[in-house]
């Protein structure tokens, strides 16, 4: 059964540095996500993105983060200049459409900023 | 804004015994819920969702839309059902979930 993928498992940086996670949704889905997991917390919705644009986003995705499509496989987010509360799990979803059709989430990044 | 909550941090039950997870939400127009489940060292995977009036695994959940309510429930826990349990909702034509903290569901023998 195919299954979103995500790269690195763990990501460990400085205060301060610029970090990509990186996604492979599952090849035939239209729509991906990001959301993330700060300990202890909820799973928060970050992005929404499809057509090679954002279709929504939360208050937390201010201009620190991006996301891009770079080829037609990948699905990234860019942090820039981490903080120490970016320090949270990130899952990457993707499904087929919207509306009706289930997210399908990777594994995750945990990513911890020092 | 939409929310949900989940009031219970762990629920610890034994096998054999009924289940019920809660799940409140307050959104002012129509809600699609879901239940996702993540078992140890695995993804979050959708259990159930309110549209399609399953039962996967067992479980069911009704959507409750005077009580604001969508409990999973299961009349016999089984060892396997140890996992987290995340209750989410879907609001309109967003298509973002909003999640509960979750509840840990622990069987014991």
């Known amino acids: 059964e195919p299954e979103v993928t995500q790269t690195p498992s763990h990501q460990v940086t400085q205060m301060g540095q610029e970090v990509i996670l990186r996604c492979v949704p599952i090849?035939?889905?239209?729509?991906f996500y990001w959301y993330r997991q700060i300990l202890g917390q909820k799973v928060e919705f970050l992005v929404s993105f499809y057509n090679n644009e954002i279709s929504e986003k939360s208050e937390i995705f201010d201009d620190q983060f991006s996301v891009e499509r770079p080829d037609g496989s990948n699905f990234t987010l860019k942090i820039r200049s981490t903080k120490l509360e970016d320090s949270a799990m990130y899952f990457c979803?993707?499904?087929?459409?919207?509306?009706?059709?289930?997210?399908?989430f990777g594994p995750g990044t945990r990513l911890t900023v020092t | 804004a939409q929310r949900v909550t989940q009031p219970e941090k762990l629920l610890s039950v034994f096998k054999g015994a009924p289940v019920e997870l809660k799940c409140n939400y307050s959104y002012s127009g129509s809600p699609e819920l879901f239940w996702y489940v993540q078992y140890s060292r695995q993804r979050l995977q959708l259990l159930l969702r309110?549209?399609s009036r399953e039962s996967i695994k067992g479980f069911t959940a009704d959507l409750n839309k005077g009580e604001t309510s969508f409990h999973l429930k299961k009349p016999f826990a089984q060892e396997e059902d140890s996992a987290m349990y995340y209750c989410a909702l879907r609001a309109g034509t967003a298509s973002k979930l909003t999640f509960g903290t979750g509840t840990r569901l622990q069987v014991t023998l």
């Open positions: 979803a993707s499904s087929l459409d919207t509306l009706s059709y289930e997210q399908y």
């Open positions: 309110h549209i």
């Open positions: 090849s035939n889905h239209l729509y």
